[in-house]
């Protein structure tokens, strides 16, 4: 009898095992093709079929890198991304603090107002958002795409913020208050610190989003010099289409810091994503 | 006393309460400027003929709308989305439910497939469109295919499956919904996954004392407490799939026009390609109405299953 169960649980494993074996070999085999195919020579590529390149070829890395300029639109992505992650860090724990602790008219009505905004899509919105910052003159200007990026990820942050000040004790700040402590003194010195948690979310998912923005990067950046990344990618597979090797090497330049990143801190980004997944 | 004296209204209770206010100040006009008045801007010029650079814009009132309404390529693009966002419901949650309960219960390298799974979503939509549309490639070099589906499915003797998967008509837009499906399926496996974690073990326990089997407590137990969580990934798969357009600018490019348009690229193409930009914001406007009225249905189909 209990042979049979055990055997019975033993082909459960078994079948369990085979269907999450095959969908993570579906994830990573396609990666594992793009590093391969930029390992070899164009030639390579056409004649050699195995997983495991006969002959290495590292020089492709350099030859993209130079001749895909990727340098500058890593540089470009990393100013990017690191500008409007804190951006997006410091104002929104400000209002986000605002709207949990201190007193003001309109208080619920500028939170709801945020709220709603993430409720509402807007699939169009870059047409007249393109409009007005030609008015406004900040297209082709970094600082404009870093603001539309920073509005981007506002809504959020603040709705996490905010549900994560509303649950702290209030003793710690009394306390720094009768220290002497001044409203921005207890923002920076008690709620951003012990609001730690909440922001390392903030800071994984607006990241990942800003790293991999594409849209309003294309409108808004025409200037070569001040695209990121993702639009050097495009445009180098426009401008590269039959030189395989090349493609898949900036490819894998591309794709390689993020998955990296992702593997050293998955832990707390998969932590963090499902204390947010239950929050949302 | 100190020799310069502050203005008595700097002690006053309202200019206190501004000071409260001066927090939120930051946010609050970045949000005015990048989501309010573009959020105007799109009703606005929605009615207006304006091709983006001359001074003047024509006021044509809802013509824009009516244009729309007969637009057959615009009506197909949202066909074309539906059809994207329907496999994705389908086929991605649903390997994305069975995954997570796969890994909820007591399994080895449980942690390993969970790293794996998030892997396609870290990555950009540009780098997934180029690596599959390498691997979908149809082309011939010394008589051998050079894509990877197309070379295997030669090698192990399924020629007539051999294609040109993304030039064909027929076989171009599932295959984007498919690479859509693979790149998204992690977030739904994760969120799921949390939700099946919250659920008390102690619930599982009394199904099994009560003698319930797996599949009675699956239906249960752990379908009814998983409820909300699943409207919450089934929402943002059908506003994430509608809105798709990276991956098919990554994969087909703009090629094939009707086959695998999307809504959003036919906003974009109305306002890059054909300057019209009132025609686009009507696109905008009208693709918005109609997300907001998908998840208001989705939101009271949950309303309803919570009273049930």
Known sequence: MIDKYQSIKTIKGIFIHTFLMSVALTCLLPLLWMVRCSLMTNRAIFTDKSLIPHEIHFANYLEAWSKGNFGAYFLNSVIYTTCVVFGIVIISSLAAYAFSRLKFPGRNFFFYMFVAAMMIPLPGSFVPLFVLMNKLGLINTRFGYVLCMINVGLSMSILLLKTFFDKMPKDLEDAARIDGCGRLGIWWNVALPLARPAIAVIVIFNSLNVWNEYILAQLLLTNNSLMPLQRGIMHFAETNSVDYHLLMAGLTIAALPIVGIYLLMQKHIIKGLSSGAVVG | ??????????????????????????????????????????????????????????????????????????????????????????????????????????????????????????????????????????????????????YYLHKIGL??????????????????????????????????????????????????????????????????????????????????????????????????????????????????????????????????????MVSVFFKIISNRMKQA
């Open chain 2, 1 to 150: 006393m100190n020799a310069i004296t502050k203005p008595k209204f700097l002690y006053s209770k309202g200019f206190d309460t501004f000071k409260n206010f001066l927090f939120t100040l930051p946010a609050v006009s970045i949000f005015t400027i990048f989501y309010i008045l573009p959020f105007y801007f799109i009703f606005n010029l929605s009615m207006h003929e304006w091709n983006g650079i001359s001074p003047t814009m024509t006021f044509v009132g809802l013509e824009n709308f009516a244009e729309l309404m007969g637009d057959e390529i615009w009506w197909k693009s949202m066909w074309n989305a539906a059809y994207i966002t329907l496999i994705a419901l389908t086929l991605q949650n649903m390997v994305a439910f069975a995954l997570a309960l796969a890994c909820d219960r007591d399994i080895r390298m449980k942690k390993f497939y969970r790293v794996v799974f998030f892997i396609p979503p870290v990555l950009s939509e540009v780098v997934v469109g180029l690596i599959w549309r390498w691997i979908l490639e149809a082309g011939k070099q010394g008589g051998e295919y050079y894509g990877l589906l197309n």
């Open chain 2, 159 to 292: 020629v007539s499956l051999v294609n040109d998967w993304l030039s064909d008509p027929e076989t171009a837009l599932s295959c984007i919904a498919v690479v859509h499906c693979w790149k998204g399926f992690g977030w739904g496996f994760i969120m799921l996954l949390a939700g099946l974690q919250t659920i008390d073990k102690q619930l599982y326990e009394a199904a099994r004392v009560d003698g319930a089997n797996s599949w009675q407590t699956f239906k249960n137990v752990t379908v009814p407490m998983m409820v909300p969580v699943i409207l919450v990934v089934v929402i943002l798969t059908v506003l994430g799939s509608m809105q798709v357009f990276v991956l098919v600018m990554s994969m087909v490019g703009q090629g094939l026009v009707y086959h695998t348009d999307v809504p959003v690229l036919r906003i974009l193409s109305a306002m890059d390609g054909t300057k019209r930009f009132g025609y686009a914001c009507a696109m905008g406007v009208n693709f918005g109405l109609i997300l907001i």
